[in-house]
């Protein structure tokens, strides 16, 4: 008699990119995601010839905000606003039944070597957290990847946590108004509730800031900021 064998854990991949960034950089996320082991949902703003989901929700927030004037990076709203966008659309989309992780990558990202399931549970994965991010010592986090588990009572709250400080706009009541500093604002309140989360940062500070590369330099690598350019990051380690 056939049994069908259910598998431990079920992971929806999410990034997001515009039409510009695909042509920019994000085809070579595209081009070494392995798809064969890995469920990707692509979210855009734009119609893309390749397979996505249209970008819808932040629509109010961009429209409202877009004439504030940008002085850095760190208060650049508007442009880091579509993460924690597809990151909620993703939750109402697909996850609340089919999969019990949701996994972000930022699109500047290209793999080096493959990665699956069983990957992200040995690396990523702690059962008992909401989010696990990569820390880094007197700084805000690296969230080029993020881990949610959805099993968690308390990860559907959190996100929609995030998602409602852009909502309402009181983003702008916080000291940066970048995507990084949100999630960490967020958590910590979380995280003083006695909510856990998973930090696989290190305690001490690594090459420019990449914890990334230190940390996952063998299966990918994170081209953030000028990287793209020379494509590759110098702060991966020699080994890899």
Not at 59 to 70: A, I, K, L
Not at 118 to 125: F, G
Not at 146 to 161: E, G, K, M, Q, V
Request: proline residues 2%; hydrophobic residues 35%; neutral net charge.
């Amino acid at each position: 008699m056939h049994t069908q064998v259910k598998q431990l854990h079920r992971t929806l991949v999410v990034t997001a990119f515009n039409e510009r960034l695909y042509k920019s950089y994000a085809h070579r996320f595209v081009d070494t995601f392995p798809t064969d082991l890995l469920t990707l949902k692509i979210y855009s703003e734009d119609v893309l010839d390749i397979k996505s989901t249209h970008l819808h929700i932040h629509r109010d927030f961009v429209e409202r905000n877009s004439y504030r004037p940008v002085s850095s990076y760190k208060f650049d709203s508007v442009r880091f606003c579509y993460k924690v966008y597809a990151i909620a659309q993703a939750l109402e989309d697909y996850a609340y039944d089919d999969y019990d992780r949701l996994l972000w990558i930022d699109a500047d990202t290209v793999f080096h070597k493959q990665i699956d399931e069983d990957w992200i549970t040995e690396h990523l994965y702690d059962k008992h957290s909401i989010m696990t991010y990569m820390g880094r010592p007197n700084y805000y986090s690296e969230c080029g990847l993020l881990l949610f588990n959805l099993a968690h009572p308390r990860t559907h709250n959190y996100i929609n946590s995030v998602r409602n400080l852009y909502d309402t706009d009181n983003i702008y009541l916080l000291k940066e108004w970048h995507d990084s500093y949100i999630w960490d604002s967020v958590r910590q309140q979380y995280e003083a509730k006695g909510n856990k989360f998973n930090n696989i940062g290190v305690e001490h500070k690594v090459k420019a800031g990449h914890i990334q590369a230190y940390l996952f330099g063998e299966w990918f690598d994170h081209l953030k900021g000028k990287r793209k350019q020379i494509g590759y990051s110098k702060e991966i380690p020699k080994k890899h």
